[in-house]
């Protein structure tokens, strides 16, 4: 089936990290259409360092559920760090605030730590995205101009998803298993897991899939000279 394509300004306004999927699977022809997009992603050098792994069916949920036991047993093996306490100023409040924004549409409160913890690990269930993508990347210096071209596929792959008509969330919490992740995929440990991304058709009957988070004025992130 091909879906219509829209406009970039409506593509890149109108996404959004959904957290809520039907379980309708894409189409290999579907899934390899916004593979080839973002394909195109800039990169330095033109390293194409993206090594991708998309994952549906059995071997999905089998990953499913081996996270959400390592992580109630605290066993996380994430290749890079990641901590609210490392955020600060506008940053942590920003972060606050989607976290209050989410919580109150998915109707639970602040202080419901069981509906929290379940919420938290719906994550390990890809919101019920029938298919995701583990995104790897080699280890070159410091990392940080590799990761920032897995970014930019990122973001290619997340804009053609919404060009297309469907729908995706990048997750960080994908790649607090990464050895497991390795083991189960076959992965070389020559590559490391930077986060993975969740996409399908979006769910629009649930309000997961309806929540838009706000974004701060341009002129409080740009600085114009000359």
């Known amino acids: 089936m091909n879906n ?3 406009a970039f300004d409506e593509t890149v306004r109108s996404r959004s990290s959904v957290r809520a999927f039907l379980p309708t699977p894409l189409s290999d022809e579907q899934i390899r259409a916004v593979l080839q997009d ?17 994952v549906s069916g059995e071997t999905k949920a089998r990953l499913a559920k081996m996270m959400t036991v390592n ?48 919420a938290y690990l719906r994550n390990y269930q890809f919101f019920n995205a029938p298919h995701a993508a583990f995104l790897f990347m080699p280890s070159f210096g410091d990392n940080i101009r590799v990761a920032s071209d897995i970014g930019m596929y990122a973001q290619s792959f997340l804009l053609s998803l919404t060009a297309r008509g469907f729908a995706g969330i990048p997750q960080t919490m994908l790649g607090f298993h990464a050895d497991m992740i390795r083991n189960e995929l076959g992965v070389s ?38």
Not at 97 to 108: K, P, S, V
Request: glycine content about 6%; proline content about 6%; some cysteine.
């Open 71 to 118: 992580d109630l047993e605290g066993r996380q093996t994430p290749d890079f760090t990641f901590s609210y306490e490392d955020f600060h100023g506008d940053y942590i409040e920003r972060a606050y605030e989607q976290a209050r924004l989410y919580y109150e549409a998915i109707g639970i409160d602040r202080d419901d730590k069981v509906r929290r913890k379940e």
């Open 189 to 226: 440990d020559e590559y490391r897991l930077l986060f993975g991304i969740s996409f399908g058709y979006a769910d629009t009957s649930a309000a997961a899939a309806n929540t838009r988070m706000p974004r701060v004025p341009v002129e409080n992130s740009v600085v114009m000279h000359g």
């Open 38 to 54: 973002a394909q195109y992603s800039p990169s330095n050098c033109n390293t194409q360092p993206w090594h991708v792994h998309v």
């Open 4 to 6: 219509p394509v829209l």
